[in-house]
């Protein structure tokens, strides 16, 4: 199995396999709607092959979690897929290692909307997100943090995209 930067393949190609874990109404969900716009961070952004087949991907995009005049920048985690016949090989759990190694390199926190019980292995916490404020209905308890200073982001923020020509890492 090959781990490669998720920019060495056709986009198309992750988005089929995207489309076939979750189905196309993926789009139409939060965490969807906030990466629109986003720039991907391609230093943690990586896919998974097994004999020149796509067999997993994940992504990191760049947002910015606002809360009146403060502005904090926050990574977005997802989609994190694995080919449905693949489950199980610990694709997954590698590709979220990947991405997180990356972004605690580039000291950014980690939001993610999923279950706690799953992602707290990897310090997820809905403890300070219980606020935010985002487009789509979320369950709070499923919106997750990963932060070295979590508290900074306590309170009625929102996520956007950044500010045009902001760029990600």
Same mark, same amino acid.
């Given at each position: 199995?090959d781990?490669?930067s998720?920019d060495?393949?056709d986009p198309?190609q992750?988005?089929a396999?995207?489309?076939r874990?979750?189905?196309? !109404?993926?789009?139409?969900?939060t965490?969807s ?10 230093? !943690?952004?990586f896919i998974?092959?097994?004999l020149g087949?796509l ?7 760049l947002?910015h ?10 990574a977005?985690?997802g989609p994190?897929?694995s080919?449905?016949?693949?489950r199980?090989?610990g694709i997954?759990?590698r ?8 972004a605690d390199k580039l000291?950014?926190p980690?939001m ?13 916490s809905a403890?300070?997100?219980g ?5 789509g ?5 499923r919106?997750?943090?990963? !932060? ?9 923020g ?10 990600? !890492?």
């Amino acid at each position: 199995m090959d781990f490669l930067s998720h920019d060495s393949i056709d986009p198309q190609q992750v988005s089929a396999l995207a489309d076939r874990c979750f189905g196309p !109404a993926r789009m139409r969900r939060t965490a969807s709607i906030l990466r629109q716009g986003a720039p991907r961070i391609d230093d !943690a952004s990586f896919i998974a092959t097994d004999l020149g087949e796509l067999v997993g991907s994940v992504e990191l995009h760049l947002l910015h979690w606002v809360k009146g005049p403060v502005s904090r920048k926050i990574a977005i985690l997802g989609p994190l897929v694995s080919h449905p016949e693949r489950r199980g090989e610990g694709i997954g759990l590698r590709l979220m290692d990947l991405a997180l190694s990356e972004a605690d390199k580039l000291a950014l926190p980690v939001m993610l909307i999923g279950d706690e019980p799953y992602y707290g292995r990897f310090g997820f916490s809905a403890r300070h997100t219980g606020q935010w404020v985002l487009p789509g209905p979320v369950d709070p308890e499923r919106l997750l943090l990963r !932060a070295r200073h979590p508290q900074l982001f306590a309170g009625a923020g929102t996520l956007q995209a950044p500010p045009i020509g902001v760029q990600a !890492a």
